[in-house]
């Protein structure tokens, strides 16, 4: 049977084009001991504009998670875009699986860019990297959104029954599906209300296209952020923060945007999407826009005035 025309593959290409129309270059960045970190950076920096971090989550590289947003963010800030550890061109020889890890890389590629202040948004387990990156390095994060960043969960959360999972193995196979129907069941607790006509050979393009050779590396982050993970272990951080949680997320449920809100204190606003799951699609996503542009640009938005804006 001939195989389906790759539209993932064609997406890439689309997204490679328009980030670098935005006004991106590609760069890899050599931190040592089998640590090379990818990135795309601006091809002339503007030193009037902020800078703007925006790292990804399990899945595609930033390319696909931030195309639709780059042209708006590229007139406000310098905007930086990494592949993560064991995604796209991004890899290490060292057997590190931890968000920690991750961020001290992260900040090794931004500072060899010559940035020393940036703001930052991590959506999912980039929001991990992300809070690890301001705790880490508080003078390098200016402001940080975390979008359906579970940072407050705890290993005990499982046994629980907090999770759909009911294990991390269980975790391991729901996050990275290996086959169509895998997918569909996974787009099932991802999104609020999900696209369930996709042809499979679509699906299984996908599969194919972000490939399973990294899938050892993929499942050692995942085991990584539950392994003996405790509220009392989590620092605290400083840096204004804007929190944005699906009302129906079920990967990581809104309970735990309280609590990193209860956590954060009051440096932290809590935002509540209606309608919308772990994922966003659709007027969601243009919903999320506005708070973040509001968060990261506009001065006079204060905590305190922010934790009156619920949708």
Excluded at 26 to 51: F, I, Q, R
Excluded at 83 to 100: I, V
């Amino acid at each position: 049977m001939a195989k389906c025309f790759s539209l993932s593959a064609t997406y890439d290409r689309w997204c490679r084009f328009s980030f670098s129309r935005a006004g991106l270059k590609s760069t890899t960045t050599d931190l040592g001991e089998g640590t090379v970190m990818h990135c795309w950076v601006p091809k002339t920096y503007k030193p009037n504009k902020p800078n703007l971090l925006l790292l990804h989550g399990l899945g595609p590289t930033g390319l696909w998670t931030w195309n639709m947003f780059i042209s708006r963010f590229i007139e406000r800030f310098n905007v930086y875009v990494p592949d993560l550890l064991f995604f796209g061109e991004s890899y290490t020889t060292r057997p590190e699986w931890t968000e920690h890890f991750q961020a001290q890389c992260v900040a090794g590629a931004l500072k060899s860019q010559g940035v020393t202040k940036t703001n930052v948004v991590g959506p999912s387990y980039g929001g991990f990297v992300a809070y690890s990156l301001a705790a880490q390095f508080p003078e390098m994060v200016e402001k940080l959104v975390l979008w359906g960043a579970g940072v407050c969960m705890e290993e005990k959360d499982i046994e629980d029954g907090m999770f759909q999972v009911k294990s991390t193995d269980e975790a391991v196979k729901l996050l990275l599906p290996r086959t169509p129907e895998k997918m569909k069941e996974m787009l099932k607790v991802v999104f609020y209300k999900p696209v369930m006509s996709i042809p499979t050979c679509f699906l299984q393009d996908f599969i194919d296209f972000i490939g399973m050779e990294r899938l050892q590396e993929w499942t050692g982050l995942i085991n990584a952020l539950f392994k003996d993970r405790k509220m009392s272990n989590l620092p605290k951080i400083t840096q204004p923060t804007l929190i944005i949680w699906g009302e129906y997320d079920k990967v990581f449920p809104l309970e735990l945007g309280h609590r990193l809100k209860r956590h954060v204190d009051e440096n932290a606003q809590l935002v509540v999407i209606k309608d919308c799951g772990h994922a966003a699609n659709g007027g969601e996503v243009k919903e999320m826009y506005k708070h973040m542009k509001s968060f990261l640009i506009d001065p006079h938005l204060s905590p305190k005035k922010a934790n009156l804006i619920k949708i």
